[in-house]
């Protein structure tokens, strides 16, 4: 199958680069255009607005910068985990992959407790425009993040199989699986202070 | 990025511990600047250029675009016009 689909382990001689990497770049575009909407309807929402309460007065701002702190680190340890393997060592590959794994899911637990926390306050999607906004941008990041957790898995695992036959190849994987993990960690950039500051 | 010898990540890796420092301080900056109070259109302001600080080292380190291929480059540029256009228009519309 992998025949069919050509410069996927070297770069393509029109663009200079991978087929994957061109690919992922496109999809992180349009990945772009997606929060793009939503930070406009947060911005046409919040503009018209008699209302809108500060991020800190209704939201645990200590708990989303520790959870900031975790994705940015999240994000070191992909990174590393891409120049371990390219440095061929593998077991300093899989050790950053599997913490950028367990740092996801501290992400994930937090963001968990954060909402258990919201809905115990009676403040759900349909509360108002604030929660609103709140839940969407949050839920569809967090949605992401359990996409990535799930990649980066089968990477870690299964997936790794490939690097005995075709290691070039998967190098790009994980390449590929890093860049959609550092977008997830730049639209949280975003949105930290988007939601929880202002 | 395909094509690397071993001196140059080894060098990539401490680059990457440095703006993982700058990304933990600019994080903790940008929380204590909250608690200043600032007006709100300051406050914005100040909360944005952090963030897109932050943003920029992501995508210029982590993600490689500072040695990145000419074509990425071009996908990105058009990108961000039609961001901004989206992000303004109905913005500008609206008020």
Known sequence: MSALIRYISKPHPVSGVTNAKLGIWCFLASELMLFGGLFSAYIVLR????????????????????????????????????????????????????????????????????????????????????????????????????????????????????????????LGRIEAAGLYWHFVDLVWIFLFPVLYLL | MSEHSQEEISKHVRTYISVFAALAALTIITVAISYLHLSTGLAIAVALFV??????????????????AKIIRYILILTAIFFLVLLLLPAIGHF
Do not use: C
């Open chain 1, 47 to 170: 503009g018209s607005a008699s209302e809108w309460p500060h991020g800190s007065a209704v939201l645990n701002v200590p708990l989303a910068t520790l959870n900031t702190l975790i994705l940015i680190s999240s994000s070191v340890t992909m990174v590393m985990s891409w120049a371990s393997l390219a440095l061929k060592n593998l077991k300093k590959f899989r050790f950053h992959l599997s913490m950028t794994i367990l740092l996801s899911l501290a992400f994930l637990v937090i963001k968990g407790f954060e909402y258990h926390s919201k809905f115990e306050h009676h403040h759900f999607p349909s509360t108002d425009n604030f929660f609103g906004m709140y839940f969407t941008l949050t839920g569809l990041h967090a949605i992401h993040i359990l996409g990535g957790v799930i990649v980066n898995a089968y990477l870690l695992f299964p997936g790794s199989k490939l690097y005995e036959t075709e290691p070039e190849q998967f």
């Open chain 2, 51 to 68: 963030a897109t600080i932050k943003g920029s080292l992501v995508v210029a380190y982590f993600m490689h675009l500072i040695s990145e």
